[in-house]
Nanobody
């Protein structure tokens, strides 16, 4: 399984970015796709989740500003980030959880840098 993120970059505060994640090599089914982020010196934290039935969940810090959605291509997910703040600066990681009928296994991408300047 390969997970690849794209779309990071540098943006001014108040701006927008759209991240994309594509998972390939999936033999079984995906139970959830998630975005996490890790800022320097901080623990990795969940940002947004979308499950196989379309349910979504967001960290309180991004509610109302970020939107997770399925991409147009199978096994892809997007994260639309609006009203960005300097505290959103982090490496953003996509996690794909695969369900094989017995257990769930998360697969991670390499991450994409998002930098928000003040």
């Amino acid at each position: 399984v390969q997970v690849v993120e794209s779309g990071g970059g540098l943006v001014q505060a108040g701006g927008s970015l759209r991240l994309s994640c594509a998972a390939s090599g999936i033999v079984f089914s995906i139970s959830a796709m998630e975005w996490y982020r890790q800022a320097p010196g901080k623990q990795r934290e969940m940002v947004a989740t979308i499950t196989s039935d379309g349910s979504t969940n967001y960290a309180d810090s991004v509610k109302g500003r970020f939107t997770i959605s399925r991409g147009n291509v199978k096994n892809t997910v997007d994260l639309q980030m609006n009203s960005l703040k300097p505290e959103d600066t982090a490496v953003y990681y996509c996690s794909t959880t695969v369900w094989n009928g017995v257990s769930r296994t998360p697969y991670w991408g390499q991450g994409t840098q998002v930098t928000v300047s003040s």
